[in-house]
T-cell receptor, first 117, second 113 residues
């Protein structure tokens, strides 16, 4: 299957700083990518839909000014957690849609563990 | 709002036995369902999917059953192996809603040797 790469796989940052997470589709073009957040022992919760060349669509309750999403190319979307606080510590996962596949399959990155101290 | 849910949070199974993981969904507009496996510290891994116009689909050691009448989805794993220990999520997709996936709560499968 197609490969989606996330970077970094883990990051520790100080409270008040910003952190950027990258999501790349390595062997296919993705006009749409999704960003999820997963707290320990919980399911994945969709944060936003990232569309290449346009503004992201955020789910209800997700602050767009805190979680900045940029999808500048067909293979790269970035999520920036601005002014991070300990409650932002979580596992962030992206997925990318491969529209060329028959089932419009979503491929997931390996996730980024963010710890804010 | 509508959501996808699971009945059992943890399933312990003896190695070699079959596992059955259940999932209830509530959105009748969902047209595509997927089962994912997630190991600790990793992203979800695709296992098998099924379209809403089907009621059964088989893969290698896995079978997904869909009962639209009661809005129920199940994943059967044959001859469960230690490597099957993970958390399993069902997810539903509505293509008309931009292919956003809604995930269920997850079931942890523990395989006992």
């Amino acid at each position: 299957g197609a490969v989606v790469s996330q970077h970094p796989s883990w990051v520790i940052c100080k409270s008040g700083t910003s952190v950027k997470i990258e999501c790349r589709s390595l062997d296919f073009q993705a006009t749409t990518m999704f960003w999820y957040r997963q707290f320990p022992k919980q399911s994945l919760m969709l944060m936003a839909t990232s569309n290449e060349g346009s503004k992201a669509t955020y789910e209800q309750g997700v602050e767009k000014d805190k979680f900045l999403i940029n999808h500048a190319s067909l293979t790269l979307s970035t999520l920036t957690v601005t002014s991070a606080h300990p409650e932002d510590s979580s596992f962030y996962i992206c997925s990318a849609l491969d529209l060329s596949s028959m089932n419009t399959e979503a491929f997931f990155g390996q996730g980024t563990r963010l710890t804010v101290v | 709002g509508e959501s996808v849910g699971l009945h059992l949070p943890t399933l312990s199974v003896q190695e070699g036995d079959n596992s059955i993981i259940n999932c209830a969904y509530s959105n009748s507009a969902s047209d595509y369902f997927i089962w994912y496996k997630q190991e600790s510290g990793k992203g979800p891994q695709f296992i098998i999917d099924i379209r809403s116009n089907m009621d059964k689909r088989q893969g290698q050691r896995v079978t997904v059953l869909l009962n639209k009448t009661v809005k129920h989805l199940s994943l059967q794993i044959a001859a469960t192996q230690p490597g099957d220990s993970a958390v399993y999520f069902c997810a539903e997709n509505i293509r008309a809603a931009g292919n956003k996936l809604t995930f269920g709560g997850g079931t942890r499968v523990l395989v006992k040797p």
